[in-house]
């Protein structure tokens, strides 16, 4: 069975691991499951037949035969159910994992994703500059309460899951703005969530589609 | 086996129905499982009792013997797993419930969250009346989206499944708005969901708990 995935033709993040296929493709790397990547641009991520895939015309999507699923958490979780190594087997470990899936998705990340809404969709109005510091410091009341959680540990809950994965790529998203670099526990989490062998291959893959459409014109 | 949830002590809704905990309540009696709650204050809510449940300090929580889970969709997926008609048998059906899930949740839900921000966080702030507009048409190009792929149907996919219970949990946080009505379909959707005799328990439990504590004073 082929797994394939969509990406975006040129990813507006340039080549920077950003981009939600990603989070897909370091999942798949992790359940060493092999998979073809179809790339879709702009206009055609908003055209019919990439909306009967994803009905908001975004990337990724997954089509094993005949399942198409949108939405990276629900493709990671997918892969996660059907392969070692990114669910524990014990029923309640299992259950915080998928909890932690969820934090990173509904808690954590909706103020990251306002703060890309602030410096892009709204970077050029004039509140722009004074709404930023509001902005940052929601962020900053999750990355506390999550770093104090956190502690010492490696991960969110024992072993490295699919929570963590998720988690990971929800905070990278921050690298940029350096409000990482104030929580040195979780600025730790995510490097070795980066260094973990199945990231490193998902973020050269994901790469080595820009270099080429840069390459290329 | 006792199940706890956690809910708010004076929900900020004053009993709409709109709070987490809903959620979860919902889910619970689509399951046909009892349960019981525990109330917490705002001031609780922040306290290492309950940051030791909840690292985000939030409602709702779940205790099942031994297991905690937060956040309400790993909670309402929990029960989802466990109990019958919340998600389809069929492997496919399954995953692509899930897929709606997870869009309710980090598709849909952030722009959502988005317009409280600007309403109540930032209400009283100058550029509060300008941006308004803004957060209100990236609600819209979801909203379109979303309609556009239900189209006649009664459910997003086939049957009912914790993907609707989500999607319409999500949306319901727009009836104070009014965007909702722009789109008849998925108020029609919304008001399908709110006719559940499930639903409907849970919004009475829900408001049971702000009768009472205003009758209290």
Known sequence: ???????FERSPDRGKGLARDMRV??????AGQAYQVRLVSFEAMKAPAHLALHPFG???TYEEGDLVLFESAAIVFHIAERHAGLLPADADARARAITWMFAALNTVEPPILDLQTARFAEGDKPW?????????DRIRVRLRE???RLGDADWLDGAFSAGD????????????SGLLDEFPRLSAYVARGEARPAYQRAFAAQLAVFTAQS???
């Open 1 to 7: 069975m082929i797994l394939t995935i969509t990406a």
């Open 25 to 30: 493709r370091w999942a798949l790397e992790e």
């Open 58 to 60: 975004q990337i990724p």
């Open 128 to 136: 722009s500059e004074q709404r930023l510091p509001l902005v940052k």
């Open 146 to 148: 999550l770093s104090n």
């Open 165 to 176: 994965l998720m988690m990971v790529a929800v905070l990278l998203r921050l690298k940029p």
């Open 215 to 217: 390459a290329g014109g």
